[in-house]
């Protein structure tokens, strides 16, 4: 049987539905792809005809992409990144630019596992633009995916993203911890927590852990910040569970548990991407050096 012809589907529809999906309304979609409404509508009307799926529903007096659309939504997200990923390598041979590397890391892999690298591919490659942004793993792989970042340092998410690969580099022990002086217990004296925000990957992991061993999983208070998680234990406002590299410090010892899990921290980059031989030359440089303070 023949094969149905491919659709001629450009990048711009595609980039004016990514507009949809992430504005908070249609308008603000048109002035962040720079046409007026109108132009965005017969623009997804096209996307529509040429896919021949209805896309959008209505919603009272919105229009809104069908959660059944998701599909295409991420398509549209890995098509648009790669094609960045082309003008980009373009514009820098063109303008004969150096090279350019967008890297994200969580706190505990730039500041503990891999200081050591950093420094060393800037010492020897001081005509590299080096951009490091330091965030929790969800917000740094939105950003890889839409474009923004080329290589990414998190937590393994939970589900595979489209579009998105990843190479493990190590695995940290997860550790439960008191405050001061507490006897450390069973499992079902154990809380309230005090734990990184709810659509923290690591979060995720320790609350279905402490499911599994019978303990509360009441949360008490948060933060992203592994440093002000061991401060509000050490005053006393909950329990926590942190890697042993960010769960001890010099500036007071808390009373420590028992690792309960493991968490895995990986590499993750654009699949099929055309980038600049600096971002490939760090990858490497991460994923061959062992990370320190790792235990």
């Excluded at 001081?126 to 969800?138: E, G, K, M, Y």
């Excluded at 061993?213 to 569970?241: I, K």
């Excluded at 993750?268 to 440089?285: I, K, Q, S």
Aim: with cysteine; glycine share 8%.
């Amino acid at each position: 049987m023949p094969r149905r012809p491919l659709p001629d589907i450009s990048i711009r529809q595609l980039e004016y539905l990514l507009a949809v999906a992430d504005a908070p309304s249609w308008a603000a979609a048109a002035s962040e792809v720079g046409v007026s409404p109108s132009a965005l509508s017969q623009g997804l009307a096209e996307l529509e005809r040429r896919l021949g799926v209805q896309l959008f529903e209505s919603v009272g007096r919105r229009r809104k992409l069908r959660t059944t659309m998701t599909p295409v939504l991420d398509h549209a997200r890995h098509v648009v990144a790669l094609t960045c990923d082309v003008v980009s390598w373009a514009d820098r041979l063109r303008l004969a630019n150096t090279g350019y590397v967008g890297l994200g890391m969580i706190d505990v892999a730039a500041v503990v596992h891999f200081p050591d690298v950093l420094r060393g591919f800037r010492s020897e490659h001081n005509d590299v633009d080096l951009r490091l942004t330091v965030a929790p793993s969800q917000s740094l792989l939105e950003d890889l995916q839409h474009g923004t970042l080329d290589l990414v340092v998190c937590v393994e998410p939970p589900h595979k993203m489209t579009g998105i690969e990843f190479v493990p580099l190590l695995i940290e022990p997860m550790i439960v911890y008191g405050p001061p002086g507490l006897p450390i217990d069973g499992p079902a004296s154990w809380g309230p927590w005090v734990l990184f925000p709810a659509d923290s990957h690591s979060r995720n992991l320790v609350i279905n852990r402490l499911h599994q061993l019978g303990a509360s999983t009441e949360v008490a208070a948060e933060s992203h910040q592994a440093d002000v998680l061991r401060e509000m234990v050490l005053l006393g406002l909950g329990w926590t569970v942190l890697p042993r590299s960010q769960g001890e410090s010099e500036r007071g010892e808390l009373s420590v548990g028992e690792q309960i899990l493991e968490r895995q921290l990986v590499v993750a980059r654009r699949a099929g991407a055309v980038t600049d031989p600096a971002v490939d030359e760090l990858a490497r440089r991460l994923i061959r050096q062992p990370a320190t303070g790792n235990e």
